[in-house]
């Protein structure tokens, strides 16, 4: 996101291509063919560990634990996930599921050990043809499948990149099949991960892979800060926070008269001129300059007008 200064400058409402929902990496049931599951059959939420993407999924035999490592099939072959916990609730539909194939073995947990090697050694050969190139593309991620001899490079770019000579090079090195994949800022802060400007782990990474849509009317609603670095994350996006908490206030709000709304208290009139949702107060003055302070309990509608109760 190009830097700005006024809200003149952000278009509301709107989020790039780049953020737009992704086909998932996960083979799911409709992928699979496959039209219904049994209603007693344990679902879990399972997490790809090389591109932080979270999925539902299956599996027939013995309970799993969280933490268990299983094999799920993805569009680039058999590949490795870990369970995070079983999920309640109601049934999802099938097309939203995955099936997990068995769960991990020693051997291929060893052998997810050694490809992490690998990929360090292969960022940093990739990010070299990379400079060789002159591409305009910054390299993210390096990914070893488990079970096909194939390795991924995700990168990010501002524009389209011809990068047919770089496969070339990368495959006489490798001696394997190669995938380049282009991802968003948006994916990237999501794969990589790090802190936010809260001090806690990025919410795309930790709450919810789930990109969703953020507009700037949702912070104007919360009334922050229009200031591009107050309300953009790392990435340069608009940040994930803004999406979570939304609800949260519109909620409060419906429950809280508005600023500039006149309000009689003890027969005079006053004036609300601030509205915290999160702390549940509202600041009224009268017309004689004196102020208060009241909590939102405090306040009812009644015939379409609020009214500070007595």
Known sequence: M?????????VEDEISAEDE??????????????????????????RLLYSHETFLAVYREDNLEPETMVIV??????????????????????????????????????????????????FSICRKKIENHKLEMKLVLVHYLLEEPKILFFFTAENRVDFRELVKDLVSVFKMRIELRQIGVRDEARVVGGLG??????????????????????????????????ISGPCGRLLCC???????YCEQ??????????I???????????????????????????MMTAKACQFEKADNYWRIKS
């Open 264 to 290: 009689s208290y003890n027969d005079e009139s006053w004036k609300v001129t601030e509205v915290n949702p999160v702390a549940g107060q509202v600041k009224l003055i009268a017309d004689d300059g004196r």
């Open 253 to 262: 709000q419906r429950n809280l008269p508005q600023e500039g709304m006149r």
């Open 73 to 122: 099939p993805t569009r680039y072959g058999r590949d490795l996930a870990q369970v995070i916990g079983s999920v309640k609730g109601k049934l999802p539909q099938v097309s939203e599921i995955a099936w997990i194939v068995r769960a991990a073995t020693p051997e291929d947990l060893e052998k997810s050990r050694n490809n992490s090697k690998l990929e360090k050694e292969a």
């Open 2 to 10: 190009s830097d700005f200064n006024d809200y003149e400058d952000i």
């Open 242 to 248: 803004l999406f979570y908490e939304y609800g949260f």
């Open 197 to 230: 400007v809260c001090g806690r782990g990025y919410c795309c990474h930790c709450v919810s892979d789930k990109l969703k849509p953020v507009s700037i009317k949702m912070a104007k609603d919360q009334k922050l800060s229009l200031n591009s670095v107050k």
């Open 21 to 46: 929902p992704k086909q998932r990496d996960v083979i799911t049931g409709a992928d699979a063919g496959i039209e219904s599951i049994a209603p007693d059959t344990p679902i879990y939420r399972l």
